[in-house]
T-cell receptor, first 115, second 111 residues
């Protein structure tokens, strides 16, 4: 496999469930990201990991919990979600040179529906 | 704060040229990206500008004016497959690729 792979592609969960989204990148990158894409709203950055350390958390509610066990894998653990959390969750990766800039490569996303 | 504006929708004809504008007001600027996103698919990278001027890449070109907080994406010889959303995103910070996105412009190409 190449690129950025997200599983599952679709997820329906109840408000009391606990589930996890998985992202894997095969590009040798050292930075990974979670973005949220809701209908009629811009892509929103949720979490950033660079060299497996969290460098930014954009005031995301604690019902979303990220985990980055190594530079190739990123998880988003979900619990006690609300219907307004229904959205497309996109994972991305890039090579963070510190002083240089490279483009982010995105996965195809997990379409989450909270019922 | 960050504010990035682009038109919500545009329509153009196959074979024509279309320009999608993006204006931004951001605290911190390290460049501007354009991404293409087809419905149900991942955003894919189109261009990156950090200096003023025009970057040309095949049928697509991107322009940046830092003093005006303005960019545009120019698509030439439009094809039906160019129907997609085009996302303008500003890069902020030097650690990690932290992008702030506009709402996207949905382009419909008609025969």
């Amino acid at each position: 496999e190449t690129g950025v792979t997200q599983t599952p592609r679709h997820l329906v969960m109840g408000m009391t469930n606990k589930k996890s989204l998985k992202c894997e990148q095969h590009l040798g990158h050292n930075a990974m990201y979670w973005y949220k894409q809701s209908a009629k709203k811009p892509l929103e950055l949720m979490f950033v990991y660079s060299l497996e350390e969290r460098v930014e958390n954009n005031s995301v509610p604690s019902r979303f919990s990220p985990e980055c066990p190594n530079s190739s894998h990123l998880f988003l653990h979900l619990h006690t979600l609300q219907p307004e959390d229904s959205a497309l969750y996109l994972c991305a990766s890039s090579q963070d040179h510190g002083t240089g800039v490279t483009e982010a490569f995105f996965g195809q996303g997990t379409r989450l529906t909270v019922v | 704060g960050q504010n990035i504006d682009q038109p919500t929708e545009m329509t153009a004809t196959e074979g024509a040229i279309v320009q999608i504008n993006c204006t931004y007001q951001t605290s911190g600027f390290n460049g501007l990206f354009w991404y293409q996103q087809h419905a149900g698919e991942a955003p894919t990278f189109l261009s990156y500008n950090v200096l003023d001027g025009l970057e040309e890449k095949g049928r697509f070109s991107s322009f940046l004016s830092r003093s005006k907080g303005y960019s545009y994406l120019l698509l030439k010889e439009l094809q039906m497959k160019d129907s997609a959303s085009y996302l303008c995103a500003v890069l902020r910070g030097n650690a990690g690729n932290m992008l702030t996105f506009g709402g996207g412009t949905r382009l419909m190409v008609k025969p």
